[in-house]
């Protein structure tokens, strides 16, 4: 071989090799690359008026929303309660498509007795689309919930502690060994207050956030829906509960940091629904026994579960004309804001029965200042001292939620347009770089920096 041939060839190797070894730490570099984190933390009836008060007690959300965006307000989906909402906020859709309508899976129902409500029921049988946490498992990502809801079971959840905790459960063993919770605590874990709950849920966030840096979690505190629905809403017991919760929320943020992982995780903070104030409850099922359709006689009997500010009328052998009656028999009566068919409820996001078994014969709500209620079985209207109630239509202003988001990929853009809820599953697969098809939302890309 020629020699200079063979010097020329040897220095083309040289140069491949030399350019191989340039190469190879920046791509291993790009493959180390840290990968965002998202974490979803929901306080539960939190009401976007509340975060409007000049003299709130949260410093911890005042912070995220000056170094981040936040919402004029966020419309939930109806109905407006914590399981249906949760639910839109990690599927994209409302109600009409997840058909996720009270909290928990609805049995027994268009049969000659009562339905009830099975809140173990799995999130298979439960949610009839993909979540972003089924995304972000599929995409190898490391998923986690704390007392999140419609969410039992779910194979795609990697770590959970959920809102009834199973002693022996790998996050629950965790805690007991830490000391943060006894055994016996977890067994009788619905003695103690809400408050009490909500910071066990707490720690074990920050638990998981410690030992396990899940990719995604969804964290749901209820304390404030609690104090609310005992005393009615917009008064000093709901103001030092948004207080607490504030502490739970710096809790949160203090884990991150501690953990290393602050200037790559996104923290989106969200509520379900708002709460209104009421001194009147409604029984449904008094009007449909004094009309014949209960008892061993009657020949398509209808029931009623009550939730709040709307109730569902379920009829066994139900037809149009049936409900039709279903209608007359309700519309007008005291308290009764409206009484929908089922194509007529379907014209606000509700499902039909001929799409799910969830969907009832009639839906009702109730006017300002009523809530429907299974209490007093003997009076149709039964005065109460205040209390707090939801599930009123998704455009009552009382309803209306709360957004935030700051951290990794978020402007200080400061404060937004009102949206609706389905937009964060969309922007959570965003965030986390997955593919979420088949979302009535959209992402809020406005909100995110160039090139997030």
């Known amino acids: 071989m020629n020699p200079c041939s063979l010097w020329r060839r040897l220095s083309a190797a040289a140069i491949f090799l030399a350019g191989i070894a340039v190469l190879a730490p920046a791509a291993q570099a790009a493959a180390a690359a840290p990968r965002p984190r998202v974490i979803v933390i929901s306080l539960d009836a939190f009401a ?16 995220l929303m000056r170094q981040g965006v936040h919402a004029v307000s966020m419309q939930p989906v109806n109905p407006t309660i914590t399981w249906p909402n949760h639910t839109s906020m990690v599927t994209g859709v409302d109600a009409s498509r997840h058909h996720v309508l009270v909290n928990g899976l609805i049995v027994n129902q268009r049969q000659a007795t009562p339905p009830r409500i099975d809140m173990k029921a799995p999130k298979s049988a439960l949610v009839a689309v993909p979540t972003v946490y089924d995304a972000a498992h599929a995409a190898g990502l490391v998923t986690a919930e704390v007392d999140w809801v419609a ?9 959970r502690f959920p809102e009834n905790p199973d002693p022996d459960g790998a996050i629950e063993q965790e805690l007991v060994r830490a000391g943060v919770v006894t055994r016996d605590e977890l067994v009788h874990f619905g003695a103690p207050s809400q408050a009490w709950r909500d910071l066990v849920y707490t720690r074990a966030a920050v638990d998981i956030i410690r030992r396990h840096h899940p990719d995604l979690l969804l964290l749901h505190l209820l304390a404030l829906d609690s104090i609310e629905h005992e005393t009615g809403y917009g008064n000093d017991a709901g103001r030092n509960t948004i207080a607490f919760l504030d502490d739970r929320v710096k809790d949160v943020v203090d884990a991150v940091r501690a953990a290393g992982e602050l200037d790559r995780t996104t923290f989106i903070i969200v509520s379900d629904h708002g709460q209104q104030s009421v001194h009147h409850r409604l029984n449904p099922d008094v009007l449909l026994r004094q009309a014949g359709l209960q008892g061993g006689s009657a020949g398509q009997p209808a029931f009623c579960i009550p939730e709040g500010g709307f109730a569902l009328v379920f009829q066994q052998h139900a037809t149009q004309a049936s409900r039709q009656a279903l209608k007359a028999l309700f519309a007008g009566k005291p308290g009764i804001r409206a009484a929908l068919t089922p194509d007529e409820a379907a014209q606000q996001g509700w499902p039909t029965p001929a799409a799910s078994n969830q969907a009832p014969d009639l839906l009702l709500y109730a006017a300002d200042d009523y809530e429907f209620s299974d209490k007093d079985t003997r009076r149709y209207d039964a005065p109460t001292l205040q209390i707090g109630a939801h599930g009123y239509p998704n455009s009552d202003p009382l309803m209306q939620a709360i957004f935030i988001a700051a951290g990794h990929g978020i402007r200080p853009a400061g404060e937004i347009p009102a949206f609706p809820d389905i937009d964060v599953a969309p922007t959570l697969a965003h965030l986390l770089h997955v593919r979420l098809d088949g979302v009535q939302g959209k992402p809020l890309t406005g909100i995110l920096e160039p090139g997030d």
Do not use: C, N, Y
Not at 48 to 63: I, N, V, Y
Not at 151 to 159: E, K, S
């Open 151 to 159: 969410i039992m079971d779910a194979p795609t959840i990697t770590w």
């Open 48 to 63: 976007a008026g509340s975060l409007k008060d000049p003299e709130l007690p949260a410093p911890t959300l005042h912070a």
